[in-house]
Structures are given as structure tokens and as C-alpha cells.
């Protein structure tokens, strides 16, 4: 049997799950950025008389750059100074899913970049009298033990989607917490599964080493190559179709 082409990129697949596979599967860089220019707030923040202070805006702002006296950097206090671990929150201002986040750190001083958990929660963790209590932040999204590089940015997936409004980087231990930029990689939580067609399913997938949550997506059951296109063309983030030949 052999089934044309629907679209016109001439790409040959084979299989029903492979169609679906090359045909909704967005990328895991889609996901928009949510937490550019929110409110955010941090645990405490390093002044300097010679640099721009620290403040927790500064992560949120589109400016990755790594060197903190240009003014792109969020500090918390320094060691010493804190009496509580430290923690930077980002107010999403709506419910989001979150698959993933960005992460771009500072030029020098790299190694208080790690040992840190990202927290996603749906109410506001600080109207809790327990806050900033690890346990009170939400929903564990993933928990980063190693350093991040000196100047660079890192995609760090979430281990499952986590939907929330708040979104918090809490480090363990005493020393300061430091960011140039955050990204939330996000889609609205009304679109990220609420209103699935039944029998949709969601898979991890592995994509050049990096472990990465993508909306790969299945239907069992199908009958026909056509069957798939159809469930395909009916996800609201579907991009375009690939064009098939099975014979």
C-alpha cells in the first residue's frame, strides 16, 4: 500500500507513530519565555557603591549579560550577611505549565551557581508564615546539584511539567545567589493539556544528549496514516505537517 504525500517538504517517514512523531512534535525551544520583565523578588540584595546593585529584576529583564557591574545581574547578599538560604522568586501573573528554564550566569564568582531546586507554585509561596521554608515553595520542578558555567546559559527540564504562577530558585547552604537572566519555558496552563482530545499522550524524549520534556504526542489505535494527520492537525500547537510515502 503505499499512501502520497499531504504536504509538499518531501520528507519519506515510515510508520503511524513516526508521522505523528515528525509532525506535532514541537520543539522544547518554542516554549515561550513568560518570566520576561514580571515582578520578582529575592531574599536579600547586594549593594555596591562602584556597580548597580543586584536587584531581582535584573534576571528577569532580557539582558544576559555576564558581567554584573554593567547592571544585568540579580545578587543576593553575601555570605555571611544571609541568615536564611537564599531564594529569587519570578510572579508569572497567570497560570502557566512549565517544561523548562533558562538559566545564564555570571562571568567570575560561577561556583554560586549551584546546589539550587526551582519550585513552580500555583498561589503565592510568601502569604505562607512558614515561607521561605523549603516545603512551602510548591512543586519541585528540578533540582540542579553541579555548577553552571562561568558566561553561559544552560536549558535545565523541568523532570515533568509543573503548573504554577510562582516560580522560585531556592539555594541550599548560606552563600549568595546569582543570575544574569531566567527564562521560564512555558505554554498557558489552558492550553497544556486541559482540553487535550482523549486518548492524547505525553512522552519524554531524549534529543542530543540533553533530556528534554517535549509534547511528543500519540494516539493508539489509529487505522490509517490520514487518522494520525487528522489528530495531528487538531493540537492547537501543531506547526505543519511532513509529507510521507509508505509503500
Not at 40 to 49: F, H, I, T
Not at 135 to 152: F, M, N, Y
Not at 173 to 198: D, I, K, S, T
Request: with cysteine; glycine share 6%; hydrophobic share 40%.
Amino acid at each position: 500500500m503505499t499512501w502520497k504525500p499531504i504536504c509538499f517538504n518531501k520528507v519519506h517517514v515510515t510508520g503511524i507513530l513516526v508521522f505523528c512523531f515528525l509532525s506535532c512534535v514541537l520543539s522544547v525551544n518554542n516554549r515561550v519565555n513568560v518570566a520576561l520583565n514580571k515582578p520578582a523578588e529575592q531574599s536579600g540584595l547586594l549593594e555596591n557603591a562602584k556597580f548597580p546593585n543586584g536587584s531581582a529584576f535584573r534576571a528577569v529583564d532580557g539582558d544576559k549579560d555576564p558581567e554584573y557591574k554593567h547592571g544585568s545581574c540579580a545578587h543576593t547578599t553575601l555570605k555571611g550577611a544571609q541568615k536564611v538560604p537564599a531564594w529569587w522568586m519570578v510572579d508569572l501573573q497567570k497560570q502557566f505549565q512549565v517544561h523548562a528554564i533558562n538559566i545564564s550566569n555570571r562571568n567570575v564568582y560561577s561556583e554560586r551557581m549551584q546546589n539550587f531546586s526551582v519550585y513552580v507554585k500555583r498561589d503565592n509561596p510568601m502569604s505562607d508564615s512558614e515561607f521561605p521554608k523549603e516545603s512551602r515553595l510548591g512543586e519541585l520542578c528540578l533540582h540542579r546539584q553541579l555548577v553552571i558555567a562561568a558566561s553561559t546559559t544552560e536549558l535545565l527540564s523541568c523532570s515533568s511539567p509543573v503548573t504554577g504562577r510562582y516560580v522560585t530558585v531556592y539555594k541550599f547552604g548560606f552563600g549568595p545567589l546569582v543570575m544574569c537572566e531566567l527564562e521560564v519555558l512555558a505554554e498557558a496552563a489552558a492550553e497544556a493539556g486541559e482540553n487535550r482530545p482523549a486518548g492524547m499522550h505525553y512522552l519524554n524524549i531524549k534529543r542530543r544528549m540533553k533530556s528534554l520534556q517535549s509534547p511528543f504526542i500519540f494516539k493508539s489505535g489509529l487505522r490509517s496514516l490520514l487518522d494520525c494527520a487528522a489528530t495531528c492537525s487538531k493540537e492547537k500547537e501543531q506547526r505543519a505537517f511532513t509529507g510521507f510515502t509508505i509503500s
